[in-house]
RNA sequence: GGGCGAUUAGCUCAGCUGGUUUAGAGCGUCUGCCUUACAAGCAGAGGGUCUGCGGUUCGAAUCCGUAAUCGCCCACCA
């Protein structure tokens, strides 16, 4: 067709296709009496943009749903984004302190005005570059997780919880982020290694003139904070020690030492400093001797007055300043190059501080206990299932979660605190008044008289929900939309976030719906490049993806990633990996310039190769349409997609299409044309779902459909049953023809020369139609005695022949005949030497006894037949 | 310090309950071809002692043990 380019432009039909399926609501689902298929996206950070890992996990999810919509299912996929709280709120800062705003200047009112300002703009960018990927989201669904049902949710959520006991605020040593300036729980903290050192520093006996021990520590800064000095009571070395107070260096406080087997003997010089206020083993000790607590540290990592020296100065100053200090008073008794394992903030990155403070905690064990159940006996599958040991163990040894966080974006905590005391808690402000007046027993208490509680939830305290709160489960659970959506179906993201999100997830939807949230959770890798290394801005690793997207077309793209995904591994990608999309999208679209440019006669008849073919073809497709069936089944996507992609290219466009494409010049007879539009139909159906809009282009192409019509919403084909002797010997077939096309290249004889094929040995001749338009054969003969003057190949046992003008190279092919003769015969004396062993023969079952019987005579056979040739060669 | 996973062709990976596997795929490499669908292509070819060692078995890439290397997760040794 003279109207198709030669090359496929994906620029020219993606904004095309993408608009039309918006306009007729294909993506769009209610629910109806089929089966509900559902996906919820991981809702990206709404401030966000898309990376290589969204590229991946949306190209996954697209996939899934396209396949269950054109399997006949009600297929949704809920899209929306997350607030993103501590991310957010540090580049909303961020901006403001670019204008020279600080935020502490801002009242939260004015701060939170700027916050939505900043989402309202940038906002829904990361979806809109969804689309571009081709994501079949049912927008009129977007969600935000700050928005009024899912705000309610959270409200709703956060009071049930605090009702059923499952909520408390208390004192507690925190991780505290210095620079984000809030909590954080134990799964935001990152622990990195990093060469630092450790310093050993005297503290003087009170008491004994001279007498000195030394304390080995990474954190000289905290002496400040010292209260006592630990050792373990079994170690001889100290027990002099018994009863007796040291002096904290520079700071001249006096300490006591305590004995507690918690100090390990082996490390350092086996005595502890002991800061209660800045370290989580330090409190437990300080706790248990009812030690003095002094916090040295302001919230943003400075020193305090509490500290009493180097107040107000960073931590990290003065680490360096008190050594130099601690130096010049001969306090130091040496310093060690030193490994250790150092906090930061996921966020920030800023080093954590362990902190005392108030904040509020949801009480996580028995919660976990169903949770832990449905995934234990595979009620919810994990794919790949090892991280079902991940999960377990991470369940069994859960840990109280501190939800509130020091900061303005996000969810407002909804305790009010009462003038005499103590809070309520409650969904809303008049709730709250009301609850307030019942318990301080004071009607005349106005809103006024109540504090709200500052600090806001946790991001995953709303993310936790999201399969619920998508449908409105938690406050309307008997709406029509959660009845028949809840449970989704499967859920693609990131083992990185097993238990911020998935754990969770699973934790509340049987807290608060008692039932699953998703049945299959499917685990991608992460992006790498191409030499491993995590994709990172820092490291400028990671290519745009809309620029991927510009470059190869978004089915290049898509096809690109997915090669590169193999389940349960790391994704090593690189661009030739789209580039080998890009040139797919150009093979099918080639293929279809070829169909649609023959002219059709349909009075002509089929030729016989063209029917074997069809027949062929058939079964080779529908052992495909199997397989894919499977390996989806198994979420091996990159594995079903590389069946796809040989199905089309090897055995439709490069043997089904030469064996049916008629002479130069003159038409296809209808049969076969109607046939092969039917093949091709099929073939585009089953791509559709991981290369959506070139499918839905040559589609167009190719059916006369209505407006409003997609291949979108045609029926995925069925696997039939397929006849396996037709591929059996077709595979024969290709064989043979390989041989000619041998022949033909070492001879140099072009395939516009028809060739005589004379064949000595068993041949089967049904599919001979095909082999003579193929090899271009005039004829097909059988023969006793080859001729000297011809070019040979064995196949199976039989050999085949092309008598040649010029001279065979006689030396050359007894070369190749010896060692094919030599590879045979040593195969059969492997074979032999198993049939030989009686143990063998007795032992292994007779399926493979037989097996072992037919290798032997095929090969009996096989060397038989290039004896033969070898024996002619030699004589002439 | 505990646990999990990996190690198969130059690269990325299949190979599920041991037996048509002296091991497959895609990409890359090499050799011919600008053959009127496609050079982003066509037709071919080469490439591996399945990380090492030991064991179980008639039979091991596959199961067991062990060592090495790499990766990930978890953990309160300052």
Known sequence: MSELATKYNPAEVEDKWYAYWMEHGLFHSEPDNREPFCIVIPPPNVTGVLHMGHMLNNTIQDILVRRARMQGKNALWVPGTDHAAISTEAKVVAKLAQEGIQKTDLTREEFLTHAWD???????????????????????????????????????VFCDLYNRGLIYRGVRMVNWDPKALTALSDEEVIYKEEQSKLFYLRYMVEGEEGKYIVVATTRPETILGDT??????????????????????????????????????????????????HDVNDYMLGDKYGLETIDIFNDNGTISEAGGMYVGMDRFDVRKQIMVDLENAGL??????????????????????????????????????PALEAVETDYIKFVPAKYKNTYRYWMTNIKDWCISRQLWWGHQIPAWYLPTGGYVVAETEEEALLKAIEKTGNPELTLSDLKR??????????????????????????????????????????????????????????????????????????????IGRKMSKSLGNSPDPLELIDKFGADGVRMGIMLAAPAGHD?????????????FCNKIWNAFRLVKGWQVDYEKPQPEASAKGIEWFEAEMNRTLIEVEDLMGKFRISEALMAIYKLFWDE?????????????????????????????????????????????????????????????????PKAESYDEEAIARFDYLKEVIAGIRTVRKQKQIPQKDSLELLVKGPHNGSLDSILEKMGNLSDILSIEEKPAAAASFIVASTEYSIPVASNINVEEELKKLNSDLEYHEKFLASVRKKLSNEKFVANAPEKVVALEKKKESDAIEKIAAVKAAIQALSQA
């Open 228 to 277: 006592a000095v630990c050792v373990n009571p079994n170690d001889e070395r100290y027990s002099w020690l018994k009863g007796k107070r040291v002096i904290v260096p520079m700071v001249g406080r006096s300490v006591p030492i305590i004995m507690d087997d918690y100090v390990e003997m082996e490390f350092g010089t086996g005595c502890l400093k002991v800061t209660p206020a």
């Open 571 to 583: 994704i090593m990608y690189d661009d030739s990996l789209c580039e080998q999309g890009r040139n």
């Open 652 to 716: 439709f466009s490069s043997w089904y299409l030469e064996v049916i494409k008629p002479a130069y010049g003159s038409p296809i007879d209808g049969k076969t044309f109607d046939k092969t539009l039917h093949f091709f139909d099929t073939l585009l159906r089953l791509l559709h779902p991981f290369m959506p809009f070139i499918t839905e282009e040559l589609w167009q192409h190719l059916t006369d459909r209505n407006c409003g019509e997609s291949i979108m919403t045609a029926r995925l």
């Open 332 to 369: 130091v008794e040496k310093v060690e190059d030193y490994v250790n394992k150092v906090g930061h903030s996921e966020r920030t990155d800023a080093v954590i501080e362990p902190k005392l403070s108030m904040q509020w905690f949801v009480k996580m064990q028995d919660l976990a206990i």
């Open 453 to 530: 509680d500052p600090d806001c939830l946790d991001t995953w305290f709303s993310s936790w929900l999201w399969p619920i709160s998508l449908f409105n489960g938690i406050l309307d659970p008997e709406n029509k939309d959660f009845k028949y959506y809840y449970p989704s179906t499967d859920l693609v993201t990131g083992p990185d976030i097993i238990f911020f999100w998935v754990a969770r997830m699973i934790i509340a939807g049987y807290a608060f719906c008692n039932d699953k949230p998703f049945s299959n959770v499917y685990f991608t890798g992460i992006v790498r490049d191409k």
């Open 118 to 156: 900043w989402t309202h703009k940038y906002g829904g960018i990361i979806l809109s570059q969804l689309r571009k990927l081709g994501a079949s989201c049912d927008w009129e669904r977007t969600a935000f997780t700050m928005d009024e049902i899912r705000s309610k949710s959270v409200m709703r």
